[in-house]
């Protein structure tokens, strides 16, 4: 098998260049030297290219000539054949203890085992494809050393550092994510308007020649834009490890890894701190499997080789976003490979809806919301230290009276009152359309608080915090022998509870300033707490214990001490003046 052909590239991690960056060798185009024929070979070093070596193959030797040398080093020999046949190399001699043979991909590799002297160690090469340890030994970059990450031949791996070691031809082979005419469709939701629900499909057809390298061209198709096609990214796949081609700053990044490095190092910004390593069956495939953990053990995401993740797309990035994806199935050549269900994640207890009730409507003349403020004061001993706190408490209505209109549109008047008597004006509500809204005092901008259209596993993403969930079920709460339309949200990436809206009440833990209420609360205080609603004088929220769901339903919260962040992941020391949840309620640790 011939080592020097054109479109062959060399990929290698460089133990020793800066940050472990990765070197690209490649084959471009042919040169005369010193009366022989040769191909040019390349170095790709951090996004700058240069010219390495002239090589050229004679009697299954492989020499290379430095830029403007006049002498032919000796790369490798693969003529050798009998145990105890010689050669050296940059004054080491490698000395052949015995063959065999390898198949990758249905293609048959002859593979030299040798002693190398006088260092004595065990070097594997492999005809056409080099050295596990290094490609060659080269004098043109500081690397002390070089591992072979895989072999490229016209963008394709036909090697990869693994081959050197495989010990059987039955062991399987990495199934490739990049292939052409395979493709990836996921459902994106915009959170920022859960009704915006689509298709995308990510599919591969053709390749580009970046830096030396044929890279899989990866388009997209918008299902919700007529179909329209575009060019996105360009893409090449080598040693079990998928590199993404930034176009503005020209370089290289890894976007999936198989191998054995520490995953999580790849996206350091992301609170994932381990995983867990299986092998599936899929349509007679079988693909090794990657769970993503938080350090609680919480399974939040899956990689399988050759098909992608369930996070995203297949790029795995823009995770935090204003859309949301979902992983729909994987095809090539229009067969399908893989779905969701495949990945085999957790699943969230089913809870069926009930029927809807009639809307409750949430905004009402003369309406009132009760909150209470707790202020907790230190009391301090002789020796400086807190022994014990002083609790003082304030309630404060919040009130619908009056309307006024902003932008041609009638809004409620909302007021604040405390149980001192005085009345501030806050802001202005609407509501329309089963949406609620609230317009901040000295704006006109409508901000949506509440949507009650809202349909099971629909998006919902908060202006206030930032953060995305999703609707789970919804039920009927039973309260003063009347009944509302109750809706339970989830973190949209593990299935917590964190908090129910109610018709015609607003959030069971804030009311209807949901995620509002500190910024209209004219003092420095350590807890509020909604307390009651009153509509039409009739209080039809008391501070009472409220079932979970009608009898015919079962709960699906739990109360224990779990403490939850406001993505849902557990959480064992929470810090000072964060936000939690615990029991699906909020509240701050002080």
């Known amino acids: 098998m011939k080592f ?3 479109g062959k590239a060399w990929i290698c991690n460089a133990y020793g260049a800066p940050y472990g960056d990765d070197l690209y060798f490649y084959i471009q185009g042919d040169t005369i030297v010193n009366g022989h024929q040769a191909k040019k070979m390349y170095v790709q070093d951090e996004g700058i290219i240069r010219y390495g070596y002239a090589l050229y193959e004679e009697d299954r030797k492989v020499y290379g000539i430095m830029e403007g040398g006049e002498t032919s080093d000796l790369i490798y020999d693969f003529s050798l054949e009998t145990p105890g046949d010689k050669t050296t190399i940059n004054n080491s001699t490698y000395e052949l203890q015995y063959t065999d043979s390898v198949t990758v991909r249905g293609k048959q590799f002859r593979r030299l085992h040798l002693l190398r002297s006088p260092y004595n160690e065990q070097v594997v090469w492999v005809e056409g494809i080099g050295s596990s340890s290094f490609m060659y030994r080269h004098s043109f970059h500081s690397a002390s050393n070089e591992k072979l990450m895989g072999c490229l031949l016209n963008g394709k791996e036909i090697f990869s550092y693994k081959d050197f070691s495989k010990e059987h031809d039955d062991v399987m082979d990495y199934p490739l994510m990049l292939e052409d005419g395979k493709s990836w469709t996921y459902k994106y939701t915009d959170v ?8 995308y499909r990510y599919f591969i057809d053709g390749d580009t020649l970046i830096g030396g390298i044929n890279r899989a061209k990866l388009f997209c198709e918008n299902a919700n834009n007529n179909h329209r096609v575009e060019y996105k990214d360009a893409l090449y796949e080598v040693g079990k490890t998928v590199f993404w081609y930034h176009q503005k700053d020209h370089k290289d990044y890894i976007i999936y890894s198989f191998h054995e490095k520490d995953l999580f190092s790849l996206y350091s910004y992301y609170d994932f701190k381990k995983s867990t390593r299986d092998t599936i069956t899929v349509n007679g495939v079988t693909r090794e499997r990657m769970f993503f953990k938080t350090n609680d053990d919480e399974i939040v995401g899956c990689w399988v080789e050759g098909i992608g993740s369930t996070l995203d ?7 935090y976003d204003r859309k949301y994806k979902k992983f729909i199935r994987c095809e090539l050549n229009s067969r399908e490979l893989f779905n969701y269900d495949d990945f085999g994640m957790p699943k969230i207890d089913e809870v069926p809806d009930t029927a809807r009730l009639p809307y409750h409507p949430m905004l009402k003349e003369g309406k009132i919301w009760l909150y209470k403020n707790h202020h907790f004061e230190e009391k301090i001993n002789d020796e400086g230290d807190v022994y014990d706190y002083d609790v003082y408490e304030t309630d404060y209505n919040f009130v619908l009276r009056g309307d006024t209109v902003i932008n041609g549109e009638r809004a409620f008047k909302m007021y604040r009152e405390s149980d001192s008597g005085s009345s501030i004006y806050v802001d202005a509500w609407i509501e329309q359309d089963k949406r609620v809204y609230r317009i901040h005092e000295g704006t006109t901008e409508k901000v949506l608080y509440y949507d009650f259209n809202l349909k ?12 995305k969930f999703f609707l789970h079920h919804v039920d009927t709460l039973d309260v003063n022998e009347k009944s509302y339309n109750r809706y339970h949200f989830y973190t949209y990436n593990w299935p917590t509870e964190v908090f129910n809206w109610v018709e015609g009440i607003g959030s069971l833990d804030e009311g209807i300033l949901f995620n509002g209420y500190t910024e209209i609360v004219p003092c420095i205080c350590d807890y509020i707490s909604f307390e009651k609603c009153f509509e039409d004088g009739v209080q039809i929220y008391p501070q009472v214990k409220i079932p979970d769901a009608i009898s015919s339903i079962p709960s699906t919260r739990k109360d224990d001490e779990t403490i939850y962040d406001l993505q849902g992941r557990k959480v064992t020391t929470p810090q000072k003046n964060g936000l939690y949840i615990k029991n699906g309620k909020k509240f701050v640790v002080h």
Do not use: A, K, M
Not at 313 to 319: K, N, P
Not at 456 to 467: Q, T
């Open 4 to 6: 020097v052909e054109e």
């Open 192 to 199: 920022s308007n859960p009704y915006n629900c689509y298709e």
């Open 456 to 467: 099971r596993d629909n998006l919902w993403y908060d202006n206030i915090s930032g953060d």
């Open 313 to 319: 797309l297949i790029l795995s990035r823009d995770f």
